[in-house]
DNA sequence: TACGCTTTGTTATAATATAACATATTAAAA
DNA sequence: TTTTAATATGTTATATTATAACAAAGCGTA
């Protein structure tokens, strides 16, 4: 039951279980409501699941939002390198998987030289389904 | 005194005079701590400032940090393009100002053909400062 | 067993941000 | 000039997000 280093503890599970499945980015607070029939009962029990699902790549939070999304990249495994693409009507976000941006980014050097060893990166417009509906 | 297009009222002058001055991100409770001498009693009064000069592209929101800071690029006059490297040692934020970057990120597209209108990138690592200390 | 480590449970509180409403200021419309 | 609309301000209260602090339980291992 105990965590190794792969494996989750109960509420980590939990806690990934309800975003997983979730179609949109979750609160910290609108997961703890959903999982208080798990008897998960109080913030900090879901803020440490979260933290260590962070730490673990299985999920990412998108600081825009304060909300917290599964990982679709199987190979997020250290959270590192995120990039988002985020609907400004609808609020959608999906992760971008893209070998060339990330290979772009990872090896980005600024003006002093700086390389950096991990990035976030959050984009915004609107979703093919809301430039439909608008145009 | 009222505003314009191009002109700040005098609330949003003061708050941007403050984290203007300030080497690091500001949060905006000190900010609100420091104007208080200056007649700003109240959060909303901040935030509302906050919220204008972010629009204005005087100022960024590093959301990482849920601190602000002054643009230091001229031309960021809407702010819908912003790239930061971030100490995660000191805290040090500095805002990359890198054509090629941002002409990268305006027109990347991902998959689906989508692009945006707007982005924001935060890269973390370690400042020259501390790179040379830790070594 | 006894020890150290991680996870959990729990209460309280800190930190960040907005709602809601009243008032004041200004610029332009009538 | 009066009226109106738009913007800015002040103010109180509250919502939302996140962490501190400490006690207890579970597990691996010496
Ligand atoms: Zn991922
Ligand atoms: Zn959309
Ligand atoms: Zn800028
Ligand atoms: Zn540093």
Redesign the interface.
């Given at each position: 039951m105990n965590q190794k280093i792969d494996f989750l503890s109960k509420n980590q599970q939990i806690v990934l279980e309800i975003i997983e499945k979730a179609k949109e980015p979750l609160k910290a607070y609108s997961i703890l409501f959903s999982v208080q029939k798990k008897g998960i009962k109080a913030p900090p029990q879901v803020y440490r699941a979260l933290d260590r699902l962070i730490k673990l790549g299985k999920i990412h939070k998108i600081?825009?939002k304060n909300a917290f999304v599964a990982c679709k990249n199987d190979n997020c495994t250290i959270s590192n390198a995120t990039a988002f693409?985020i609907c400004?009507n609808c609020e959608m976000v999906t992760e971008?998987s893209?070998p060339k941006?990330s290979k772009?980014?990872a090896n980005?050097e600024?003006?002093?030289g700086?390389?950096?060893?991990?990035?976030?990166?959050?984009?915004?417009?609107l979703?093919?389904k809301c430039k439909k509906n608008k145009s």
């Amino acid at each position: 039951m105990n965590q190794k280093i792969d494996f989750l503890s109960k509420n980590q599970q939990i806690v990934l279980e309800i975003i997983e499945k979730a179609k949109e980015p979750l609160k910290a607070y609108s997961i703890l409501f959903s999982v208080q029939k798990k008897g998960i009962k109080a913030p900090p029990q879901v803020y440490r699941a979260l933290d260590r699902l962070i730490k673990l790549g299985k999920i990412h939070k998108i600081e825009s939002k304060n909300a917290f999304v599964a990982c679709k990249n199987d190979n997020c495994t250290i959270s590192n390198a995120t990039a988002f693409s985020i609907c400004d009507n609808c609020e959608m976000v999906t992760e971008i998987s893209n070998p060339k941006l990330s290979k772009y980014l990872a090896n980005f050097e600024d003006e002093t030289g700086m390389r950096y060893n991990k990035y976030n990166l959050e984009f915004f417009g609107l979703c093919r389904k809301c430039k439909k509906n608008k145009s």
